[in-house]
């Protein structure tokens, strides 16, 4: 009964490898109507209105009405509008396969486009770009049940939500800490 869930978790593994990269010669956004998957991407944060390294929104003010851009891979997938409060949320339904695998590879951050005086007007004359990386938060798969291969449980589920993310599930992303650099 072990060689068979092992063959198990080596076929999962070898899917989510292959699911996850990406082809080659292609740059990270590089896709065609074919390459959409049913998998959706929600990215959440809030703008601070600030300037440093490691800024915590949290702790400073927020940045109201900012307009935001999505970039990964050196490109501009998505923008979004914070609300009064500097919070935004940025989702696409149906996201390439590409922007997912960027998306899991760390291509992707979310950079403010409306300049630091909108906020502040002492910030006015601040030359740089308010930016942040993203961070994995979760994955739902719509599954809600998952099955028991053989005692490999946490492995298993682990493997299988990515795999039903990647093929038909959400995935949720926030942002990291701001730097104006």
Do not use: Y
């Amino acid at each position: 009964m072990a060689p068979k869930s092992l063959l198990v978790v080596a076929a999962l593994l070898a899917v989510v490898v292959s699911a996850c990269q990406l082809p080659r010669g292609a740059t990270a956004l590089e896709a065609s109507p074919s390459t959409n998957t049913n998998t959706s991407l929600i990215v959440s944060g809030t703008v601070p209105c600030a300037t440093g390294n490691s800024i915590d929104p949290a702790t400073v003010p927020a940045f109201p009405n900012a307009l935001v851009q999505l970039v990964c891979g050196g490109k501009v997938v998505g923008s979004a509008t914070a609300d009064s409060a500097g919070a935004f949320v940025f989702s696409q339904s149906s996201a390439s396969r590409d922007l997912v695998a960027a998306a899991m590879h760390n291509l992707c951050r979310v950079v403010v486009v409306t300049p630091l005086g909108a906020c502040d007007r002492s910030l006015a004359a601040a030359a740089g770009t308010l930016s942040a990386p993203l961070k994995l938060v979760g994955i739902t798969t719509g599954s809600g049940s998952g099955s028991d291969l053989g005692g490999l449980g946490g492995l298993i589920g682990g493997i299988v939500g990515l795999i039903g993310a990647i093929v038909g599930g959400i995935l949720n992303l926030s942002t990291m800490p701001f730097s104006f650099v």
